[in-house]
């Protein structure tokens, strides 16, 4: 049974973006297109052993957790292991919990449900860090880099997951998306990852399962359509790195978006990543997966129906909870 809540704007933005309930991610924030403790932050080896995964042991993280300690700038950051990751914030201790358990486990969970069977091959570190300050001088203190991006972003050079908590859950969701495909799915084109990773920046559950909303791309991506600026499905996912970030960028993003959005609300999303991915070698842009799994044949008849699909949505910013 479905319960959605649709919230005003105000409340939207008096809360800054943060999370409603445990597991349920809203976000304003425009994401990365695309990284001595307290004595009440020390982890105890019962607390790792309960977070481990089945690659890395809790001596494994242990050791991970000693080593990261000795690069906290300062004693205001707080550790809390939450497999496959290590969650580093300088928020008070039990809002990084909060965050580690209700954002990151629950997205991890949700994602696995549906899509991966491999957790990232490294111990990957999120850095939370409170508020744009934070946020900019961390980056320059720690990974010695101005961020290109105020939101966050996924650095597999830093083996980090870089974010700027403050403007939202929603960023966090969609980078930790790229680690998995990462691990899963090395051969994935841009517009899948992204497609996938940005479908998430706003999400909620649905009967058990992670669910992608309307979000912020939408206005931009209808502008687009009504110009006449999108380029046919075969194109975009067909672009190269180069292609599908440097040229039309925005609107590379919010296509590939709602057509991971379109798939989910038929209920083929997770069935055209498992034939994508079982058929990559032989379909490496996955257009033709795409045509199977939508048994279409006229592309460009189809995009003109998906066109259509998305003039006809709104931006909302609703939370789907349990009833």
């Known amino acids: 049974m479905r319960t959605t809540i ?73 550790i809390v292991v939450q497999a496959p990751f290590v969650v580093v914030g300088d928020e008070p201790r039990h809002e990084v919990q909060k965050r580690a358990e209700g954002t990151v486990k629950w997205a991890v969970d949700k994602l696995k449900q549906d899509f991966f069977t491999k957790d990232p091959n490294v111990i990957l570190d999120v850095w939370l860090f409170r508020d744009e300050a934070s946020y900019e001088k961390h980056n320059r203190l720690i990974f010695g880099e101005e961020p290109t991006t105020p939101y966050g972003y996924y650095s597999s050079h830093h083996k980090a997951l870089i974010m700027n908590i403050g403007t939202g859950g929603g960023t966090l969701v969609h980078e930790i998306v790229h680690p998995f495909m990462e691990a899963n799915f090395p051969a994935c084109p841009p517009w899948l990852n992204e497609g996938l990773g940005s479908l998430y920046e706003q999400c909620g559950e649905e009967d058990g399962h992670i669910h992608g909303y309307t979000n912020w791309r939408l206005p931009g991506l209808q502008t687009a359509i009504k110009a006449g600026n999108l380029p046919a499905f075969k194109s ?84 789907t909870v349990r009833p």
């Open 6 to 78: 649709l919230l005003t704007l105000t409340l939207l933005f008096s809360l800054a973006c943060q999370w409603h309930q445990p597991g349920r991610v809203t976000s304003n924030a425009q994401p990365h297109i695309a990284g001595q403790p307290n004595p009440d932050s020390q982890e105890s080896s019962h607390a790792i052993a309960a977070s481990t995964s089945a690659t890395f042991t809790a001596a494994d993280f242990a050791r991970h957790v000693a080593q990261l300690k000795k690069r906290l700038p300062s004693s205001e950051f707080s």
């Open 236 to 319: 975009l996912v067909a672009m190269d790195s180069n292609a599908f970030y440097n040229q039309d960028k925005g609107v590379n993003y919010g296509q590939a978006r709602y057509l991971c959005y379109y798939l989910q609300q038929k209920g083929l999303l997770v069935k055209f990543y498992q034939e994508f991915h079982a058929q990559q070698k032989a379909d490496p842009t996955g257009y033709k997966s795409l045509q199977k799994v939508l048994s279409e044949t006229d592309m460009d008849a189809f995009q003109k129906r998906w066109e259509k699909f998305v003039l006809g949505l709104s931006q909302g910013f609703d939370v």
